[in-house]
Structures are given as C-alpha cells and as structure tokens.
C-alpha cells in the first residue's frame, strides 16, 4: 500500500527566507510524486510532478523538489518566499498503473514581511 | 476551456435530505474522481470512474453514490445525508497522471 507523510502541518517563514516542505512516500513500487498547492477558498492546482525522469524537478512559481530514492523523500524547496507563496501544500503519491492519487495531510505555509 | 466545473459552491442539507453535486470536464479526460476535505486530513477518494460506464470505491464511499453516463459528468449523489457529510467536496478529472480541480462545493449538513 502507499502512503504520503508530510511532516509539520504549519510551516512559518519570513519573506525572502527559504522555504522547506517535507514529504516521505511509501511504495511498494517505483513511484509518481506531486506537489499540489491549495489557496484559500480554490481546488487543487498542480506544482511539479516526479514521473522518473530527472531526480530534480522544477514546478511553477520558482519551487522545485528533489526524488530521494535512499531517503524515499521529495521535499518540496523555493529559495525566496514570497507573500503570495501562503497557500496549503500537499503531497501525494501514484503508481505506475493508475492515475489515482494518495494526498498526505497538507502543510500550510505562512510568510511573515 | 473550463476545465472542471462544479455546482453549487455552497448548499446547507438538513438531515436525511437528498442532494447531487455536479461535475463537468470539458477536456475530454477518462478518468474522473471525488474527494471530499476535512481540516487536517488531506483529501479523501470518494469514488472514481476510468470512462463513461465505469466507476469505483475509493478509500470512502459509504453514503454516496456516483453514475458515469458520459465522459464529461460525473455527479456525485448523497440519498440520506449526514452530519458526518459537512465537509468541501472536490471534483477532478486526469490526464497523463495530472489532475485537474475543480473549485469545490462546500456542503454543511445541520
């Protein structure tokens, strides 16, 4: 069975600082990793996707994620917070033979000025 | 294009009250899903259907019911609702392993 633990459900940064999500998967099988972002009051919207191409992925808005095999992580990373970057955050893992998703229980980002 | 498109954004049920949210994709997608979201616990697979026909239980079907007549609706239907029901519901549709939100229906049951 597969499953998504994203670790610490708020996260708190200071604009310009960077930002660290943290995602750990578990597959039985090689996987497919996302990264979606939720604003306030909208769906879904999809950030970046690992689907074993490049170990290191780069998404929308300047965030990127790195496939750790060894560490069976793909944390999500921005150099530079922005205001506009406070949103929820999840992970969520596929396998190779179903487009359906297990999401983890989300982060939300706060930047502070 | 719209993409995925839900109806209402907001309803109040009463207990025991009937509803069916509604779902259209206009991207010609295949596969089509229901999640509903509670604080602190991510999205939950409802059901989901991989063409018009097909459907199946996700992770948690009891109390709702879906049909898949054509490849753009997906209506999700609740017979008896529930207060364990008040939750935001979320349709999405997929291609290449990305799927694609709608805004969501955000339903209170009092």
């Known amino acids: 069975a597969q499953s998504v633990t994203q670790l610490g459900s708020h996260v708190s940064v200071s604009e310009g600082a960077l930002v660290l999500l943290r995602c750990n998967y578990s597959?039985?099988?090689?996987?497919?990793l996302f990264w979606y972002v939720q604003y306030p009051n909208q769906g879904l919207q999809l950030l970046l996707k690992?689907?074993?191409?490049?170990?290191l992925v780069k998404g929308i808005n300047g965030f990127e994620a790195e496939f750790k095999k060894s560490e069976t992580s793909f944390h999500l990373t921005k150099p530079s917070a922005h205001m506009s970057d406070a949103a929820e955050y999840f992970c969520?893992?596929?396998?190779?033979?179903?487009?359906?998703?297990?999401f983890g229980t989300g982060t939300r980002l706060q930047v502070f000025p | 294009n719209a993409g995925v498109t839900q109806t209402p954004k907001f309803r109040i049920l009463k207990i025991g009250q009937s509803m069916t949210l509604q779902c259209t994709q206009d991207?010609?997608?295949?596969?089509m899903y229901w999640y509903r979201q509670d604080p602190g616990m991510g999205l939950k697979l409802i059901y989901y259907?991989?063409?018009?026909?097909?459907?199946d239980k996700g992770e948690v079907p009891n109390g709702y019911n879906v049909s898949r007549s054509t490849t753009e609706d997906f209506p999700l239907r609740l017979e008896l609702a529930a207060p364990s029901q008040t939750s935001v519901y979320f349709c999405?549709?997929?291609?290449?392993?990305?799927?694609?939100f709608g805004p969501g229906t955000r339903l209170t049951v009092l």
């Open positions: 969520a893992v596929s396998d190779q033979n179903t487009d359906k998703l297990i």
């Open positions: 690992y689907t074993s191409a490049a170990t």
């Open positions: 999405a549709s997929s291609h290449s392993y990305e799927q694609f």
């Open positions: 259907s991989v063409g018009a026909g097909i459907t």
């Open positions: 597959s039985s099988v090689p996987p497919y």
């Open positions: 991207m010609n997608h295949n596969y």
